[in-house]
């Protein structure tokens, strides 16, 4: 008996590639025999534009191994009558504990004083620069939903002055709301982006965002690049007008501007917020989860 068809267009972990082969006819997306697939597995950093459904003529499901999904285009595969199902909540712990990793690591020149100490600097040259407190500061969330919600929860022990920013207030919220992303960075010290990608937020964090964050302030982005301008970022970092940046996120990803490359002032990350072997494992169970349920006539677990 043939085993369903299952394509993928993205290198995909072991745990999600060892339990769709189990299940499934797993296949890249390039087989010949790809367009009699019913079901597509992408992340959500490579997703699947309109073309990339339409050479699908059977797509029925698209199944993101990810929160976000701005990378799909939602509107066609609506038009298409294809569900979408993404990885959401299990990926929120790590992916908030890495934007506080950031904030610390950034704010204490980590990076920088790692590479001080490991070409043999220490006793033969001048200390790093001094860092800044992290203790006590103002903190600006740019998006209060799962995730930014769990980073403000982190960051209570270290400070009572947490905003945020969003699309609305939300309700319930214990911490001060700002009207706009500018009147959010002039009130905080560090800036940092959770919000989901998309047309709505395409370089929600201008260069008016960045003058307001001010020559001290520091950026931190787990969310998506295409949210930060990164060319106003750039500008502002490498001329003094931003104290800092820590990125997990690019907005070309995965081509970093070389300038940022050569700033002892930015942490760089390549896009690892969900990167433990739990969370992986977790988001792969559920990819296989929905797929399970596409197959099987149920109701999916986590549409889009």
Known sequence: MNRPLVIANAPLSSWLTDGL???????????????????????GIHGADAAAMDALPALKLIAVHGVGYDKV????????????????????????????????????RIAESDAYVRAGRWGRDPLPPLGRKVTGARFGILGLGRIGSAIARR??????????HSRNRVEGSAYAYAETA????????????????????????????????????????????????????????????????????????????DSLLALDNVVLQPHQGSATVETRRAMADLVIANVDAFFGGKELPTPV
């Open 182 to 257: 500018e009147a959010l960075a002039e009130q905080c010290d560090f800036l940092i982006v959770a919000t989901s990608g998309g047309q709505g937020t395409q370089h929600l964090v201008d260069a008016a965002v960045l003058a307001a964050l001010g020559p001290e302030g520091i950026l931190i982005n787990i969310g998506r690049g295409s949210t930060v301008d990164e060319a106003a970022l750039v500008d502002a970092l490498v001329n003094g007008r931003l104290g800092g940046a820590g990125l997990d996120v690019f907005d070309d990803e995965p081509r970093v501007p």
């Open 21 to 43: 082969s189990a299940r499934y006819d797993l296949r890249p997306a390039s087989d010949p025999g790809a367009n009699e697939a019913q079901v597509l597995v992408t992340t």
């Open 73 to 108: 285009d939602m509107a066609h595969a609506r038009s298409r009558g294809i569900s979408v199902t993404n990885t959401p909540d299990v990926l929120t712990d790590d992916v908030a504990d890495m934007a506080v990793a950031l904030v610390l690591a950034t704010a204490r």
């Open 155 to 164: 960051l209570e022990p270290f400070s009572p002055h947490i905003a945020y």
